[in-house]
């Protein structure tokens, strides 16, 4: 990340503004490359930013422990050696941020949702996915599945730092970014849909980049 | 009747005004002072800061905050920004940013953060580098106001080169005491030797605790929860120690 | 030097400012400055003047946390036409007003 000035505060929800704003002469803000195909609203950058919405949890892998949860209370753990037993893959993905950011061709290593959800039994059609420091996000349960999902614990060749969700987060490129929740720790399986730390407070349960889908009502 | 009395009451609500560079100065190899005509500026307390809005020919917008450096002056209002290396508005802001070009800011904002001339009580101040700015405003304020309030600034940069309004500050300012300390390098034959901000650098005769000074700290976020714990040490009350960080932000 | 959790040893940064910076975007909602208003956490019980709060404004929205305990106090999301505002983590918030 850059550096501060002032006390220059970034309101990171950029927008995109039109009618009555003043244009700056001479401000371009980013710089954009139209070499990728952008969803609506975003640009493209080539550094990582961190988002976090508290303070870094530091878990260590010795404790760390993924569970789904069933919505009969039934209940599937893996410690971190049980994770790194399972077949990985390796998906090259874009990421898209909801603060209008696009990173292109990002390499992963992670365990699909596929191989972990494989033996659970249920009949739920809602994920509520659940991080160490409280955060939580949801999703419909099909967008876990078919390959579109992955816990993710290494990024460009190296594990994944803590900044950027490691020791492992989930990875769910194809949803605004804030639906891939770093530092991830279970995953509850849900009858009825259940709104997580930012879609109870204005952003959209769903979060289709290419449906531009940032705000409740979009 | 109220509402002719109080004509446009919810036009109170803070709203963008646009703004027109009227001057332009440096302050130091990577900082300018910015000078804005703000028709309609409603006037502002030593401390306050504002929010810009800067929008490109394609639509994309973003905001930062900066705190006022100026004390009142009718419509006009003097902003400093520090270039910061990679930076998407600092540079534009410090370099680019012609006279007579526009942007659009809202304020001022922040009642807690601030110095009013009717507080009597001493006064300590403590900048971690740009943390200077909105201190810098309460300093002008108390010299435009005539002020007597005691005055004890603590000045931490990392180098002689990156200081702000240095002469400004070197000018007689009767009750005004100036401490300068630098982390990383010293002007030469500076007493003190180059290193971080430390106990003994808050407590020197000027303000100890039991003079109750209201101590103004604002710099990076480091600097400051350095600084305000080092005061608690000190025995300054925590209630007395007002606060203003400034965190990882995209200057 | 004291030892503070939310320093970031892997970036050197803290990532968080302070309750100062929801003075803007508050005041697009409240009349009357927001960073004096004095608040009580719903977790640990310490109150303090929003001014306090840790601000984590890297996130799609901005987030105020207890200075003392790290519980999420406030969440603010502005979107082009609207704003949410959350104030689950605090009891009240009492504002100093003139006569």
């Known amino acids: 990340m850059r550096h501060v000035v002032n006390n220059g505060k970034e309101c990171t929800f950029g927008e995109r503004r039109h009618g009555m704003a003043i244009v700056s002469r001479g401000f371009r803000g980013r710089p954009g490359d139209t070499h990728h195909k952008l969803p609506p609203g975003q640009y493209e950058t080539t550094d990582f930013p961190v988002l976090s919405a508290g303070p870094t949890p530091r878990v ?117 970014l804030w639906k891939s929740a770093k530092w991830v720790r279970g995953i509850q399986l849900l009858l009825e849909d259940e709104p997580g730390f930012w879609e109870s407070a204005g952003y959209h349960d769903y979060g289709d980049p290419w449906r531009e889908q940032r705000y409740q009502g979009d | 009747m109220a509402r002719a009395a109080v004509p446009g009451r919810l036009g109170d609500r803070l709203r963008w005004k646009t703004a027109r560079l009227a001057d332009r100065r440096p302050e130091s190899p990577a900082a300018h002072t910015l000078v804005f005509d703000v028709p309609g500026w409603p006037g502002h307390l030593a401390g306050q800061h504002i929010d810009v809005r800067l929008t490109a020919e394609d639509g994309y917008s973003t905001q930062r905050s900066y705190s006022l450096a100026s004390a009142p002056d009718g419509e006009r209002i003097e902003l400093t920004v520090q270039r910061v290396t990679d930076g998407e508005v600092s540079p534009y802001l410090a370099d680019e940013l012609a006279v007579g070009d526009l942007l659009e800011l809202r304020g001022p904002v922040g009642g807690w953060f601030v110095w009013r001339p009717e507080q009597k009580e001493p006064v300590l101040l403590v900048a ?44 007689d300012d009767p009750g005004l005491d100036r401490t300068f300390l630098y982390t990383r390098s010293t002007p030469p034959q500076w007493p003190r030797p180059a290193g971080r901000l430390t106990a003994a650098d808050l407590t020197p005769a000027g303000s100890p605790p039991d003079l109750e000074p209201t101590c103004y700290v604002c710099g990076p976020t480091g600097f400051v929860e350095t600084a305000a714990d080092l005061l608690v040490a000190l025995g300054h009350a925590p209630d007395r120690i007002r606060t203003e960080r400034f965190g990882p932000s995209g200057g | 030097m004291a030892h503070h959790p939310d320093h970031d040893p892997g970036t050197g940064q803290y990532a968080y ?29 310490s109150r303090w003047p929003l001014a306090h709060l840790h601000v984590y404004a890297q996130a799609p929205g901005y987030v105020g946390r207890c200075p003392d305990c790290d519980q999420v106090i406030l969440r603010l999301v502005r979107s082009p036409d609207k704003a949410w505002l959350d104030l689950r983590g605090t009891v009240a918030l009492t504002f100093r007003l003139g006569p």
């Open chain 3, 17 to 45: 400012e302070d309750g100062n910076a929801l003075a803007g975007p508050l005041s697009e909602i409240l009349t009357v400055d927001p960073t004096s208003a004095l608040g009580r956490c719903t977790g640990c019980g």
């Open chain 2, 128 to 171: 971690g580098g740009s943390g200077l700015v909105p201190l810098m405003a309460m300093i002008r304020v108390r010299r435009a106001v005539g002020s007597r309030t005691p005055f004890r600034l603590v000045y931490s940069v990392r180098a002689p080169e990156d200081r702000l309004y240095v002469t400004e500050l070197s000018r």
């Open chain 1, 60 to 176: 260590d892998r010795d404790g760390w422990e993924l569970t789904v949860r069933t919505e009969t209370g039934a209940r599937h753990s893996w410690n971190w050696a049980q994770l790194m037993a399972l077949p990985s893959q390796t998906p090259t993905v874009d990421l898209h941020c909801v603060t209008k950011w696009s990173k292109f061709a990002t390499e992963w290593q992670g365990v699909s949702l596929d191989v972990l959800l494989e033996d659970v039994e249920t009949a739920a059609e809602f994920a509520l996915v659940h991080s160490y420091g409280g955060y939580t996000t949801n999703l419909p349960l099909e967008d876990l599945l078919d390959g579109q999902a992955w816990i993710a614990y290494r990024h460009d060749g190296e594990d994944l730092a803590p900044e950027h969700g490691g020791p492992a987060r989930l990875l769910v490129p194809h949803l605004y």
